[in-house]
């Protein structure tokens, strides 16, 4: 019987997933504890399938390293461990089997207040919280921190990682981040959390919004080292200038007294996951920004989850456009996908209306077959929807400036949907227990519902009684009304780049299926769904613009003995566990690399990878763990590398800066950090290869 491993530092079950307190406080303004802002009648997805027995169960492979749990872990305060590597579980030397990509012995769930990486590979941390990379900023002093320096240094808790090339300089490739929090508790001594002062609020702001950083690479390795005062390094903050394009630039819902034009934002807030684009920029999704406004009363509010009081920042106290009283239009102004040009340090990023306004998870990029992207995204809410928009206009090649200048209004023309799902087997044959319908399988079919199209002489909506500035604006009543399908918190939404295929992370939902919420169907069909899934998608034709496509289940999680989980058709006797999928990547054989956020299986959150084809579809192994508190996010598969960000280590209820529950990167005595960690092959050959 496979051991599970208590939480760390909150009794088990009292959040969603595994998550702390703090987490639920500093990240999402404690969302999953308020009224779930959705109470249209909409049918609900539920927890995609519990205990499904694989449709595939002819097939056979062989069987992959078994996971061993790891004794249960100490929740106090220990020395922060070398980077370290996990042994196998079992095999000895023997070289690990599996699909191409993934032949590496899987790390056993364990509570190590580190970073555990497999047998035969390394890890180094490439950059920290507050290390300098603007020319004149200082050396990090936790103690002596001021917004001025913090502007100049790495942000805090990144979540979004991309690696984009140096044209021109060898051995070195551009690392783009963004900050999606603050956790103020774990950076200022003696914090008062109902006090807070100008100065640490003023960090805060500069902590957060991107970071752009020129790395050099060793080639003998996989090691990154910051290139600090490179002329491209950059420092994006929550006071930093930004631009609304597309529809709703201008309109009167975004207009204040700071900007009556309608056009320009200081700022952006809570970026979580994002994309990167053909043509070489970044997409960055502002999601948990309601909880930075306080004081508000209105219904288009609350459907947003803004709350009617003081914020957990207070930063109202010190900027009006933070009290929705005062400046009503302000909170309209976040919850886009904001486009960052990190070879043009001059230029001013763009939040583009035309994809929406939600609580963006992800913005990712797929071409149609005569050049037109195609960015899909995730509403990261409890009984929300997912979305694509379809851009009218085709992506230019070169990298011209007037190549470039018109590639950056790719987004701002073309249709937006979204998704509505339906089972091919009667309601009555899903009773939320996960028992298969007669048929053996979860699956369906399911069309994108546009809303609105937005071109070049103005903007269309296509539900009916909004107008197209409401549903740009107000997209998720948008999706209310159009009866789009209701699910487990969106996350990461990736095309698959080898088979075209699309790939939705759902990461749980507790409330699925209590008196008074919604029951399951078949898209989703587990009750109490605190481990997640993951949804495969197959667009019409396999093509990216087609308004319907197929949908099945591909991955329930959980722990494999449960027969509530399913792992495409794989032995379950042969995979790792895992719970709570959230941001997820692809490699470059097709295999499916999953992060974790919450999971609530009592081991730490980890980075997993999964084969989508083949005879080992279903093969899911865990690559490396994070340490005490943290989330796996942001991550980036190169054939030779693996980059994680490491967000909120520490974050465990009842730490502070003078009582840490986590020492890591730097050990006793030190600040906890948030980092970014490479990891790759000690003999330099590929990743799981």
């Known amino acids: 019987m496979r051991k599970l491993l208590p939480l760390i530092g909150t009794p088990s079950g009292s959040h969603p997933g595994g998550r702390s307190a703090m987490t639920c406080r500093f990240r999402c303004g404690d969302a999953c504890f308020h009224e779930v802002p959705n109470t249209s009648s909409n049918e609900y997805v539920g927890d995609v399938i519990a205990g499904a027995l694989s449709r595939r169960s002819m097939m056979r492979a062989a069987a992959v390293v078994t996971v061993a749990a790891a004794g249960a872990g100490a929740a106090g305060v220990a020395a922060a461990p070398e980077a370290q590597a996990a042994p196998a579980a079992k095999g000895g030397s023997r070289k690990p089997q599996g699909a191409r990509g993934l032949r590496f012995a899987p790390v056993a769930p364990n509570t190590a207040d580190a970073v555990t990486v497999p047998e035969g590979y390394r890890q180094d941390v490439v950059i920290r919280w507050g290390e300098p990379i603007l020319r004149g900023a200082p050396a990090f002093d936790p103690e002596k921190q001021s917004a001025g320096a913090q502007a100049g240094q790495f942000g805090y808790n990144c979540d979004f990682l991309s690696l984009l090339p140096l044209r021109g300089e060898r ?51 996989g090691r990154l080292t910051p290139v600090a005062r490179h002329q491209l390094n950059r420092r994006l903050t929550a006071t930093s200038e930004f631009r609304l394009t597309g529809p709703v630039a ?12 309608g056009t320009k934002v200081l700022g952006t807030l809570n970026n979580c996951s994002g994309g990167t684009t053909p043509w070489g920029t970044t997409l960055h999704g502002e999601e948990n920004f309601n909880q930075y406004f306080a004081n508000s009363s209105r219904a288009t509010d609350k459907r947003y989850g803004i709350g009617t009081g003081a914020t957990e920042r207070k930063w109202e106290r010190f900027d009006k456009r933070f009290d929705v009283a005062q400046e009503p239009n302000e ?16 230029s001013v990023p763009r939040k583009h209306t035309a994809l929406g306004r939600f609580k963006h998870e992800a913005a990712t990029v797929r071409l149609t077959h005569d050049g037109r992207p195609v960015v899909y995204s995730g509403d990261d809410e409890r009984f929300d929807y997912f979305y694509k928009f379809v851009s009218s206009k085709r992506m230019r090649h070169g990298n011209s400036r007037s190549a470039r200048e018109h590639n950056l209004s790719l987004l701002d023309e073309g249709t937006l949907y979204v ?39 103005g903007a269309v909506s296509h539900v009916e009684g909004m107008t197209a500035e409401e549903v740009f604006v107000f997209t998720r009543l948008a999706g209310d009304k159009v009866g789009a399908t209701k699910m487990d918190r969106p ?21 699925r299926g209590k008196a008074g919420y919604a029951a399951a169907d078949e898209a989703n069909p587990r009750n109490l769904n605190k481990h997640g899934h993951v949804l495969e998608l197959t667009e019409r034709w396999n093509r990216p613009e087609s308004t319907t496509f197929a949908w099945s289940l591909f991955l329930v999680a959980g722990d494999p003995e449960d ?33 974790t956020d919450g999971a609530a299986l009592g081991s730490h959150d980890g980075l997993f990878g999964v084969a989508t084809r083949g005879d080992r579809r279903g093969e899911l192994k865990q690559f490396l763990t994070v340490p005490n508190g943290a989330e796996t996010c942001g991550p980036i598969i190169q054939d030779r590398r693996v980059l994680v960000a490491v967000q909120h280590p520490g974050e465990v209820d009842g730490a502070t ?4 529950a986590s020492t890591w ?25």
């Open 331 to 346: 909170v309209h102004r976040f919850g886009y996908v904001v486009e960052l040009d990190p070879y043009d340090p001059d």
């Open 171 to 221: 051995g070195r490739q551009l690392l783009v981040a963004n900050h999606e929090y603050t956790d103020e508790v774990l950076m200022f001594r003696d914090y008062d959390p109902e006090n807070p002062t100008r100065e640490q609020v003023e960090i805060a702001w500069a902590a957060h919004g991107f970071s752009v950083v020129a790395v050099d690479e060793d080639r003998r390795s």
């Open 419 to 457: 998704a509505k799902l339906t089972g091919d087997s009667p309601a009555i044959e899903i009773d939320g227990t996960g028992k298969l319908p007669k048929d053996g399988e979860f699956d369906g079919s399911g069309q994108w519902i546009p809303l609105a199209t937005a071109t070049a002489d």
């Open 665 to 689: 990167p730097d050990g006793p005595g030190t600040y906890v950090r948030p980092a970014v960690v490479a990891v790759w092959r000690e003999d330099g050959r590929d990743i799981g290869v």
């Open 250 to 261: 201008g309109s009167d819902l975004v207009k204040t007294s700071a900007d009556p034009s």
């Open 657 to 660: 800066v003078d009582q840490p």
């Open 563 to 595: 027969p509530a989980t399913y792992f495409a058709g794989f032995p379950k006797e042969s995979v790792s566990p895992i719970s709570c999928p959230d941001n997820v990547a692809f490699d470059a054989h097709g295999n499916l690399w999953i992060s």
């Open 491 to 511: 996350e990461d939404i990736e095309p698959n780049p080898v088979t075209g295929k699309v790939y939705v992370a759902l990461t749980n939902n507790s409330n």
